[in-house]
C-alpha cells in the first residue's frame, strides 16, 4: 500500500472504533423496551446510528476533509478528491433491537465506478473484516488472519443466505427461492454478517433485495477483495444497491446470475 | 444456594469451559468445506461434537458419577442420583458449518419432572447464560449481570424468533404463522442463541418444533430462571422436547399458546 491508501485504511479503522464505542452503551440496554421508547420520547437504536455516524463524520472532518461523505443518517456532504465514504453506522437495526450481534458497522470508499475499500465492524463481538488496496484481513476473537472466498464451483453444493424469507418484493422472492431451491443450504436472518462470512470462506451466496448504497459498499470492498464478485442480478455493479448477489467466486457467481436474470427478465 | 448446587453450578460451568476448548480449534477451519471433508473421511462438526460431549463426560466422571447423562452423541449413561445431565455439545450444527456465531454447548440437569439447571454457552463470541438454584446470570463482552425476561404483555408488541421459517410439518408451520401474523416482528435463524435473548430481556417468543431433550433443557433452564415461561405447544412440560413455545411471561405465554393450540388440535 502507498502512503495514501495507508492513511485511508487507518482513517477507516479509527471510523469503526469511534462507531463502536458510540454504539455498544445503546446495545442490550433496557431502555430499548417498547414501553420504555415510548416513555422517554425517543428511540434508542437511532439515537445510535446519529451518535456512531457523527462519530465516524468526526474522524473524517478531521483526518480527510477533502472527501465526500454518504450517510445513512446525515445524507450528503461534498468533497473535492473525488472519493465518497458511505457510512452505515447500525446495518440490521432489527437485529440491534433484538439483542442478536450480527449488525455491523458498514464503512464503504468509493468512486462513482468502484469501491475502494470496504469494512464490516461487530463490535460486540469484537470481529472486524475489511479489504481493499490488495488487503483482505479479519481480526475478532481468534485473532487476526488473512480472508478468503470458498472454491465452491456448483450451486448443489453452495450455501446461501438472505435475511428475510421473503426477500423483496414477489418477483423478487420467486427469483430468490428458483435459486435456493438449487443449493445444499439455505440459512435466514443474520443481516450484514452474512457477506463477512462470504469473504471468510464460510458461506458462498448472499441473495438480496431493496438494499441502498451504505448497505452494499462496506460488503463489495471487503469480499471483492477476498475473491468474490458482488453484482446487481443483472450482472452490473452494485455499489448503489438494489439487487444484490454476493458470491465467493466467478463461476458460483455465474451460476446464480443466470437464474436470477431469468427469473426477473422485463 | 446450598454445597450441593454449588457444586453442581460449578460442575456446569467446568464442563461447559470444557466443550468450548473443545470445539473451538474446529469453528471455521478451512477443513469444514465439503472437499476437505471427504478428502479426509470425517466431518469436523461432528468430530468436534464428540471431543466437546466426551470433555464434559470427562468432568462428569470425576466430578458427578452419581448423575445420570443424555447425550446427542454418545446416548444414555445410568446414574444413582435421581438427576441427569442432558447434553448437546453444538447446538445448531448448521449455524456451525456456516460460520455463524449463533451455535451453543447446551447443558440441563434434570429430574424426570423438571430441569433444575440449564446452561447456553456460545464460546466464539464468549457469552455464557445459565439459571437455576434461584439464580439467572450471564457474562460475555459487556461483563457479568443477572438476567431478566421481558414485561410485553400483548403479542401485538412481541418479538418472535423460529430458526428455520418452515419450521416443521404442514401443520406445525401454519400454527407458527397463525402466531407470527399477530406479533411485530419475526426473525429467523439464530439456533439456541434466540433462548439466550429471551433469557436476556431482549425478544419475546420462540417457537420451534422436533426438538430433542437436549436441544430445550439447558434453554429451559435459563429462561424458568429468569423469568419466562417454556412449555410445548398445549401448555405441557417441554423438557422430552418436541413443539416447544418459549415466552418471556405467562401473560403472553398464555396469548400465543392459545393460538398454537387451536392450529393443531387434533
Not at 502512503?3 to 469503526?16: D, F, G, K, N, S
Not at 478531521?62 to 456532504?77: C, K, M, N, W, Y
Not at 465518497?84 to 433491537?97: K, M, N, S
Amino acid at each position: 500500500m502507498d502512503a495514501l491508501q495507508t492513511e485511508l485504511l487507518e482513517t477507516a479503522h479509527e471510523m469503526a472504533d469511534a462507531a463502536g464505542a458510540a454504539i455498544l452503551p445503546f446495545f442490550r440496554q433496557a431502555n430499548l423496551s417498547e414501553d420504555n421508547k415510548l416513555a422517554r420520547g425517543y428511540d434508542p437504536v437511532t439515537e445510535a446510528d446519529r451518535a456512531a455516524e457523527q462519530a465516524m463524520r468526526a474522524v473524517l472532518a478531521r483526518r480527510r476533509p477533502q472527501d465526500a461523505i454518504l450517510g445513512e443518517e446525515f445524507g450528503s456532504t461534498e468533497g473535492e478528491s473525488g472519493m465518497t465514504w458511505v457510512l452505515d453506522p447500525i446495518d440490521g437495526t432489527r437485529a440491534f433491537v433484538s439483542g442478536t450481534p450480527t449488525w455491523g458497522v458498514l464503512i464503504g470508499l468509493s468512486t462513482p465506478e468502484q469501491v475502494l475499500l470496504g469494512m464490516v465492524d461487530q463490535p460486540y463481538i469484537g470481529e472486524r473484516f475489511w479489504g481493499g488496496f490488495g488487503l483482505a484481513q479479519m481480526r475478532g476473537p481468534h485473532g487476526q488472519g488473512p480472508l478468503g472466498t470458498r472454491a465452491t464451483s456448483d450451486l448443489s453444493q453452495a450455501v446461501l443466505f438472505t435475511t428475510f424469507p421473503e426477500v423483496g418484493s414477489k418477483e423478487e422472492g420467486a427469483a430468490f427461492r428458483a435459486v435456493a431451491e438449487k443449493v445444499k443450504l439455505t440459512r435466514y436472518g443474520i443481516d450484514c454478517y452474512a457477506y463477512a462470512l462470504v469473504a471468510s470462506g464460510q458461506v458462498d451466496l448472499v441473495i438480496e433485495a431493496g438494499l441502498n448504497a451504505y448497505d452494499i459498499q462496506g460488503p463489495i470492498g471487503v469480499i471483492e477483495a477476498a475473491g468474490g464478485v458482488v453484482t446487481d442480478w443483472q450482472g452490473g455493479p452494485a455499489l448503489n444497491g438494489g439487487r444484490v448477489l454476493a458470491a465467493c467466486n466467478p463461476q458460483l457467481h455465474a451460476q446464480a446470475l443466470d437464474i436470477l436474470t431469468a427469473m426477473t427478465r422485463m
